[in-house]
């Protein structure tokens, strides 16, 4: 987030992990600290930002040290998207660009899809993922709230019109499921980019482009 808004020059250091996932557009070489308490506790003057699920020892420390910690929480909706993004225009001392903007909803295509993830898990309605399908023009194949696990027997039987693996392709137990091949074939067609893609678990102002590649690929025949 902070280096898509043009932070890079006013951030002492990025994560050690900064490279572990990187992003095309992340540039090569910026500075990182290696995440020891003893690294960090000089820099007094320094603001130290961290996503809401990580470090969390680690910023529990500095703050009971006395230094400034900002812990930034994750949007679970997308209306809450544009908040999440003028907090770290706010870091970066940035103006406003308007948090209230809305994001588009494409024209529905009648299809249902199934967001499928690791250990068989599905993601329902009242979750960021539910959103962007909704806003992309399909329907959430997933008809109850939160994340649920699937039923192998149901989706032959009522399969969705797409699935979408969101996942990382690997030999592990946990991506199983996905490897049946009933669903195998119901993958057949040939997803989008954001398929197995960061920015369903990272929500920021690529998210944008995220519903509108869903929204192409729900629009082909």
């Known amino acids: 987030m902070l280096i898509r808004l043009g932070g890079q020059g006013r951030v002492r250091a990025?994560?050690?992990l900064l490279y572990r996932y990187p992003a095309a557009w992340?540039?090569?070489?910026l500075p990182r600290h290696d995440g020891r308490l003893e690294t960090l506790l000089p820099w007094r003057q320094a603001r130290f930002v961290?996503?809401?699920?990580?470090a969390l020892t680690l910023r529990q420390r500095?703050?009971?040290?006395?230094?400034?910690?900002t812990v930034m929480p994750l949007p679970q909706r997308l209306q809450q998207l544009g908040r999440y993004i003028e907090g770290y225009r706010g870091l970066l001392g940035l103006p406003s660009a308007g948090a209230g903007e809305g994001v588009l909803q494409h024209p529905?295509?009648?299809?249902r899809l199934l967001l499928l993830g690791a250990n068989g898990i599905g993601t329902g309605t009242g979750t960021l993922e539910?959103?962007?399908i909704e806003h992309a023009?399909?329907?959430n194949y997933l008809e109850k709230p939160g994340f649920q696990r699937l039923d192998l027997e149901r989706l032959i039987a009522d399969p969705p019109d797409r699935i979408l693996w969101s996942a990382p392709t690997s030999r592990a137990l946990a991506y199983r499921m996905a490897e049946h091949p009933v669903l195998r074939r119901l993958m057949r067609r040939p997803a989008p980019?954001?398929?197995?893609?960061?920015?369903?678990?990272?929500p920021g102002p690529w998210t944008v482009g995220l519903i509108d590649e869903l929204a192409a690929w729900g629009a082909e025949g």
């Open 193 to 202: 980019r954001s398929a197995s893609d960061w920015r369903w678990h990272c």
């Open 137 to 139: 023009g399909f329907r």
């Open 108 to 111: 529905g295509n009648g299809r």
């Open 26 to 29: 992340v540039p090569k070489g």
């Open 50 to 54: 961290a996503g809401e699920y990580n």
């Open 130 to 132: 539910h959103d962007i």
């Open 14 to 16: 990025f994560s050690p």
């Open 62 to 69: 500095l703050a009971r040290l006395g230094r400034r910690v």
